[in-house]
Nanobody
Framework: QVLLVESGGGSVEAGGSLRLSCSVSGHTSRTVYMAWFRRTPANEREGVAAISADGGQSDVADSVKGRFTIIRDTAKNTVDLQMVDLRSEDAGVYFC??????????????????WGRGTQVTVSS
Protein backbone atom coordinates (compact mmCIF):
# COMPACT_ATOMS: atom_id res chain seq x y z
CA GLN A 1 0.00 0.00 0.00
CA VAL A 2 1.19 3.48 -0.87
CA LEU A 3 0.02 6.52 1.07
CA LEU A 4 -0.09 9.92 -0.61
CA VAL A 5 -0.72 13.09 1.36
CA GLU A 6 -1.08 16.43 -0.37
CA SER A 7 -0.42 19.82 1.18
CA GLY A 8 0.08 23.41 0.13
CA GLY A 9 -3.30 24.27 -1.29
CA GLY A 10 -4.93 27.58 -0.53
CA SER A 11 -6.35 30.77 -1.92
CA VAL A 12 -4.43 33.09 -4.21
CA GLU A 13 -5.17 35.99 -6.53
CA ALA A 14 -4.94 35.53 -10.27
CA GLY A 15 -1.32 35.85 -11.33
CA GLY A 16 -0.10 34.49 -8.02
CA SER A 17 1.83 31.33 -7.16
CA LEU A 18 1.39 28.24 -5.05
CA ARG A 19 3.48 25.17 -4.43
CA LEU A 20 1.73 21.89 -3.74
CA SER A 21 3.58 19.04 -2.13
CA CYS A 22 2.80 15.32 -2.07
CA SER A 23 4.40 13.15 0.57
CA VAL A 24 4.78 9.52 -0.53
CA SER A 25 5.11 6.72 2.01
CA GLY A 26 4.43 3.02 2.50
CA HIS A 27 5.47 0.27 0.10
CA THR A 28 6.85 2.55 -2.57
CA SER A 29 9.46 0.25 -4.10
CA ARG A 30 7.14 -0.62 -6.98
CA THR A 31 6.10 2.95 -7.70
CA VAL A 32 7.36 3.96 -11.14
CA TYR A 33 5.37 7.08 -11.97
CA MET A 34 3.70 9.90 -10.06
CA ALA A 35 1.42 12.65 -11.18
CA TRP A 36 -0.79 15.56 -10.26
CA PHE A 37 -4.39 15.66 -11.42
CA ARG A 38 -7.15 18.16 -10.83
CA ARG A 39 -10.88 17.82 -10.83
CA THR A 40 -12.59 19.67 -13.66
CA PRO A 41 -16.02 21.36 -13.45
CA ALA A 42 -17.30 18.29 -15.31
CA ASN A 43 -16.05 16.24 -12.37
CA GLU A 44 -13.35 14.53 -14.39
CA ARG A 45 -9.74 14.12 -13.35
CA GLU A 46 -7.54 16.15 -15.66
CA GLY A 47 -3.86 15.30 -15.77
CA VAL A 48 -1.71 18.32 -15.00
CA ALA A 49 1.83 16.94 -14.75
CA ALA A 50 3.54 13.57 -14.32
CA ILE A 51 7.05 12.41 -13.53
CA SER A 52 8.90 9.12 -13.31
CA ALA A 53 9.90 7.93 -9.85
CA ASP A 54 13.56 8.62 -10.57
CA GLY A 55 12.71 12.08 -11.87
CA GLY A 56 14.19 11.36 -15.27
CA GLN A 57 11.06 11.84 -17.36
CA SER A 58 8.23 14.30 -17.01
CA ASP A 59 5.13 15.43 -18.85
CA VAL A 60 3.14 18.63 -18.47
CA ALA A 61 -0.32 19.35 -19.87
CA ASP A 62 -0.47 21.95 -22.63
CA SER A 63 -2.92 24.00 -20.56
CA VAL A 64 -0.28 24.64 -17.88
CA LYS A 65 2.96 24.37 -19.84
CA GLY A 66 5.32 27.19 -18.98
CA ARG A 67 3.45 27.91 -15.74
CA PHE A 68 3.54 24.62 -13.80
CA THR A 69 6.59 22.55 -12.94
CA ILE A 70 6.61 19.09 -11.41
CA ILE A 71 9.52 18.37 -9.08
CA ARG A 72 10.58 15.01 -7.71
CA ASP A 73 12.72 14.78 -4.58
CA THR A 74 13.80 11.16 -4.15
CA ALA A 75 15.58 11.84 -0.86
CA LYS A 76 12.46 13.26 0.77
CA ASN A 77 10.17 11.03 -1.30
CA THR A 78 8.00 13.92 -2.35
CA VAL A 79 6.60 15.18 -5.61
CA ASP A 80 5.82 18.88 -5.74
CA LEU A 81 3.87 21.00 -8.17
CA GLN A 82 5.13 24.56 -8.49
CA MET A 83 2.42 26.76 -9.99
CA VAL A 84 2.95 30.33 -11.15
CA ASP A 85 0.76 32.81 -13.00
CA LEU A 86 -2.35 31.09 -11.71
CA ARG A 87 -5.59 31.66 -13.56
CA SER A 88 -9.21 31.24 -12.55
CA GLU A 89 -9.43 28.09 -14.64
CA ASP A 90 -6.67 26.51 -12.53
CA ALA A 91 -8.92 26.47 -9.48
CA GLY A 92 -10.08 23.11 -8.19
CA VAL A 93 -9.09 20.14 -6.12
CA TYR A 94 -5.63 18.81 -6.90
CA PHE A 95 -4.77 15.17 -6.38
CA CYS A 96 -1.48 13.34 -6.19
CA UNK A 97 -1.36 9.87 -7.75
CA UNK A 98 1.12 7.01 -8.03
CA UNK A 99 1.39 4.17 -10.51
CA UNK A 100 3.10 0.78 -10.28
CA UNK A 101 3.23 0.51 -14.06
CA UNK A 102 4.56 2.91 -16.61
CA UNK A 103 1.43 4.58 -17.97
CA UNK A 104 1.21 4.72 -21.74
CA UNK A 105 -0.29 8.17 -21.38
CA UNK A 106 1.04 9.62 -18.12
CA UNK A 107 -1.59 12.34 -17.94
CA UNK A 108 -4.55 9.99 -18.01
CA UNK A 109 -5.78 8.58 -14.69
CA UNK A 110 -6.41 4.97 -15.71
CA UNK A 111 -3.08 3.40 -14.73
CA UNK A 112 -2.67 5.11 -11.39
CA UNK A 113 -3.19 2.75 -8.48
CA UNK A 114 -3.00 5.13 -5.54
CA TRP A 115 -4.51 8.52 -4.91
CA GLY A 116 -4.33 11.16 -2.24
CA ARG A 117 -7.38 12.89 -0.83
CA GLY A 118 -6.71 16.14 -2.59
CA THR A 119 -5.96 19.74 -1.72
CA GLN A 120 -8.06 22.74 -2.70
CA VAL A 121 -6.70 25.55 -4.86
CA THR A 122 -8.78 28.71 -5.12
CA VAL A 123 -7.91 31.50 -7.55
CA SER A 124 -9.68 34.82 -7.24
CA SER A 125 -9.75 37.37 -10.01
Amino acid sequence: QVLLVESGGGSVEAGGSLRLSCSVSGHTSRTVYMAWFRRTPANEREGVAAISADGGQSDVADSVKGRFTIIRDTAKNTVDLQMVDLRSEDAGVYFCAASEAVPGKPLTPWRYNYWGRGTQVTVSS
